[in-house]
């Protein structure tokens, strides 16, 4: 049975994660949603759903979870935040985690969720993605001169180098990956190894160090001396004579002993009386045999 | 088919198919070398009982991983859709490591680390062997990926070992994998010369001040402090801290003791068998016997030693500033290497060589702990530079 304050105390815990739920979501999406490229003049690109080859906008999210950009503002007039609302609750809007999304900037709603009010031009020079607020711009970019089925984009996904690009990318990743690992770069400039030990060491000693000096002081600060110090301050001289030091394991264990032994002890000296307890044996039906077989008539056999 | 002699010809047939589909038939002579690995561990865990618990499940997987079969029938363990693919799944994919974090972290006593933290800095020291052996790895011509992952076998911790393989060289995995837990079975052998070795009579007669009482605030603080405080500089090695310092608290809280009892028991104990089993019978003699596997052996033995050597000299090392009162025996500084609890019962059984009434295990216990937070924050930075 739910107690009175345990009832009071759910419905403040599940208020509380669903208020920081949305927080949280929030926070995630509007940082790591990034317009990521854009082709205005598509002559011979991918194709919208009435086959035609219209403008088109990327955009990336660098988050490790989904995001949803429904409900989120797409805009080319930095006067008018509000001039395209990403339809909510579609699954389309939803992009996966380090993944993409293509809006058409053509200015043709009926084909669906994905396109735009208004469409982009070598006249437009401005184009923002927008929080639901309508008033915080998550990322936005000044449009530069395009040209025929080049598009601008970020080198790497989610950086803030922009480049023209002949080999246009739409969903897929900008870089082309040519470039070393990670492994491969640090072997590059670290041959024998001998950076990576003392970088490691170094930082396994300062983790370590850490919890040290942590726990040197919580230590100090639990120790019974504190507690002695407080009340010699309060004047409490007598309560604080009582107070002796930490117990060791080692005096712990050595008591801990005594009393075993002890214990142990106390049946060791017996009176060395014999007593013999004259044992019956009751008749019971319970325990008779008579009645625990069954009993077959003989004459069948 | 046609069976053109009738029923004697299509029974002969099928025979001989049988036959081919046969152990027999399909036996190599590095079958037959690695199932008496296989023995040999299961033996050297019955009868020495070196770390029977994982020992006998990796030895006898190794027999399961190499009874040779006919290719095609989704039996082996790298043959997609098979039962042993699936469990094997865990391994590659780095998901049983942290579930046995998770138990070790429910079933340690960080008692002896709180109360007297500057042991934690043997536990760093002697995460030297997995940056020796990964220098020498390189040397040898290992790729970084590679070398790091044969490095943390110096950490002296299987599930560590095996998550960090799994992300950087899964390739190495059966040869790692085996290799680690090998050694850790091997550190009553390994450790106690190299101990010897460095230290003097008089260093291994000094006796500890014993250990405080440690408060019941303490210890739950140290799980919530330990997470905040490695993973914010090392996040990476989140998977393995985190389980680690959420068993503790799990055990330490003790308002959960149901589900300590399940992490350090049932779960631990399932995992464990899921994880000895498929490292053992990932070692297929035709991917396990090359050179560079008998490499990898010999860079984990060297590892070994490099990680005692550290440990132990920073012991000394660390003496040189200690009062008369609070010096360290250096004894316990083999157990800065993981392998919990074996090299603390090393320290203990040495200690015990030269002074019947000086016992180190709790001592010991201290940087033992350490070195597994130690390897794991290692592994992490690892991971992070070279992923």
């Given at each position: 049975?739910?107690?009175?304050?345990?009832?009071?105390?759910?419905?403040?815990?599940?208020?509380?994660?669903?208020?920081?739920?949305?927080?949280?979501?929030?926070?995630?999406?509007?940082?790591?949603?990034?317009?990521?490229?854009?082709?205005?003049?598509?002559?011979?690109?991918?194709?919208?759903?009435?086959?035609?080859?219209?403008?088109?906008?990327?955009?990336f999210n660098s988050a490790y979870n989904s995001v949803n950009i429904g409900g989120f503002y797409i805009t080319d007039d930095p006067n008018n935040l509000k001039k395209y609302l990403i339809p909510k609750n579609s699954q389309k809007t939803i992009i996966p985690k380090r993944g993409y999304i293509i809006l058409w900037a053509d200015g043709d709603l009926s084909q669906g969720v994905l396109h735009t009010s208004f469409k982009l031009d070598t006249s437009s020079h401005f184009l923002a993605l927008v929080e639901p607020n309508g008033r915080k711009i998550i990322d936005s970019l000044t449009l530069p001169k395009f040209q025929p089925d080049i598009s601008y984009s970020r080198k790497n996904d989610g950086e803030n180098i922009w480049e023209y690009k002949v080999n246009v990318s739409p969903g897929m990743a900008n870089s082309t990956s040519n470039e070393p690992s990670a492994a491969q770069t640090f072997i590059q400039y670290d041959p024998t190894g001998i950076g990576m030990a003392i970088i490691a060491i170094t930082v396994v000693f300062i983790v370590l160090i850490l919890l040290y000096i942590v726990f040197n002081n919580i230590s100090k600060l639990y120790s019974l001396d504190m507690k002695k110090k407080k009340l010699i301050k309060k004047g409490k001289i007598e309560e604080a004579s009582v107070i002796k030091g930490d117990t060791t394991g080692e005096v712990s264990a050595a008591i801990a002993m005594a009393l075993h032994l002890y214990s142990e002890q106390l049946h060791d000296e017996e009176n060395a009386v014999l007593t013999i307890k004259r044992v019956s044996k009751n008749y019971s039906p319970w325990n008779s045999k008579i009645y625990g077989i069954r009993q077959f008539d003989r004459k069948i056999w | 088919m046609e069976f053109s002699g009738g029923f004697f010809d299509f029974l002969t047939h099928h025979l001989k198919q049988f036959i081919e589909y046969t152990a027999f038939s399909n036996m190599t002579i590095g079958h037959i070398i690695m199932i008496i690995v296989g023995l040999v561990f299961i033996t050297l865990a019955i009868t020495k009982e070196y770390e029977p618990l994982l020992l006998v499940p990796i030895g006898f997987g190794m027999i399961i991983g190499n009874i040779p079969f006919y290719p095609g029938l989704q039996i082996g363990i790298y043959e997609q859709g098979s039962v042993l693919n699936y469990l094997y799944f865990g391994?590659?994919?780095?998901?049983?490591?942290?579930?046995?974090?998770?138990?070790?972290?429910?079933?340690?006593?960080?008692?002896?680390?709180?109360?007297?933290?500057?042991?934690?800095?043997?536990?760093?020291?002697?995460?030297?062997?997995?940056?020796?052996?990964?220098?020498?790895?390189?040397?040898?011509?290992?790729?970084?990926?590679?070398?790091?992952?044969?490095?943390?076998?110096?950490?002296?911790?299987?599930?560590?070992?095996?998550?960090?393989?799994?992300?950087?060289?899964?390739?190495?995995?059966?040869?790692?994998?085996?290799?680690?837990?090998?050694?850790?079975?091997?550190?009553?052998?390994?450790?106690?010369?190299?101990?010897?070795?460095?230290?003097?009579?008089?260093?291994?007669?000094?006796?500890?001040?014993?250990?405080?009482?440690?408060?019941?605030?303490?210890?739950?603080?140290?799980?919530?402090?330990?997470?905040?405080?490695?993973?914010?500089?090392?996040?990476?090695?989140?998977?393995?801290?985190?389980?680690?310092?959420?068993?503790?608290?799990?055990?330490?809280?003790?308002?959960?003791?149901?589900?300590?009892?399940?992490?350090?028991?049932?779960?631990?104990?399932?995992?464990?068998?899921?994880?000895?089993?498929?490292?053992?019978?990932?070692?297929?003699?035709?991917?396990?016997?090359?050179?560079?596997?008998?490499?990898?052996?010999?860079?984990?033995?060297?590892?070994?030693?490099?990680?005692?050597?550290?440990?132990?000299?920073?012991?000394?090392?660390?003496?040189?500033?200690?009062?008369?009162?609070?010096?360290?025996?250096?004894?316990?500084?083999?157990?800065?290497?993981?392998?919990?609890?074996?090299?603390?019962?090393?320290?203990?059984?040495?200690?015990?060589?030269?002074?019947?009434?000086?016992?180190?295990?709790?001592?010991?216990?201290?940087?033992?702990?350490?070195?597994?937070?130690?390897?794991?924050?290692?592994?992490?930075?690892?991971?992070?530079?070279?992923?």
């Open positions: 049975m739910i107690k009175h304050n345990q009832k009071i105390l759910i419905p403040l815990i599940v208020s509380f994660l669903l208020v920081f739920k949305s927080f949280y979501g929030l926070s995630q999406s509007h940082t790591n949603l990034k317009i990521n490229e854009i082709l205005i003049l598509n002559e011979n690109g991918i194709t919208n759903e009435k086959a035609q080859h219209a403008p088109w906008i990327e955009i | 391994v590659i994919n780095g998901v049983y490591p942290p579930l046995i974090f998770l138990g070790i972290g429910a079933m340690t006593d960080f008692s002896a680390l709180i109360s007297n933290p500057k042991l934690m800095l043997i536990g760093a020291a002697a995460q030297l062997g997995i940056f020796g052996a990964y220098m020498l790895a390189l040397l040898l011509g290992f790729s970084p990926e590679q070398a790091g992952a044969i490095g943390i076998i110096g950490g002296a911790d299987g599930p560590t070992a095996i998550f960090l393989t799994s992300k950087l060289a899964p390739e190495l995995m059966g040869a790692i994998a085996v290799s680690a837990y090998s050694y850790m079975a091997l550190v009553p052998v390994i450790q106690p010369p190299i101990m010897k070795l460095l230290t003097t009579k008089k260093e291994r007669l000094i006796r500890m001040k014993p250990p405080r009482a440690v408060s019941k605030t303490e210890k739950i603080l140290f799980p919530i402090l330990g997470i905040l405080l490695t993973c914010f500089i090392v996040p990476s090695g989140l998977p393995l801290l985190g389980m680690l310092f959420f068993g503790n608290l799990l055990k330490e809280s003790t308002v959960t003791n149901r589900l300590a009892e399940t992490a350090r028991g049932p779960l631990i104990d399932i995992v464990t068998i899921l994880i000895g089993l498929t490292v053992g019978a990932s070692t297929q003699a035709n991917t396990f016997l090359t050179t560079r596997s008998l490499s990898i052996f010999a860079l984990g033995a060297i590892s070994f030693v490099i990680a005692t050597f550290g440990g132990v000299m920073f012991c000394k090392f660390i003496n040189l500033f200690l009062s008369k009162d609070n010096k360290i025996n250096p004894l316990i500084g083999n157990a800065g290497v993981s392998a919990v609890p074996d090299s603390a019962r090393v320290s203990q059984m040495i200690g015990l060589q030269y002074d019947k009434t000086n016992h180190l295990l709790m001592h010991a216990m201290g940087p033992n702990v350490a070195g597994v937070i130690g390897s794991a924050v290692a592994a992490g930075i690892l991971l992070s530079f070279l992923y």
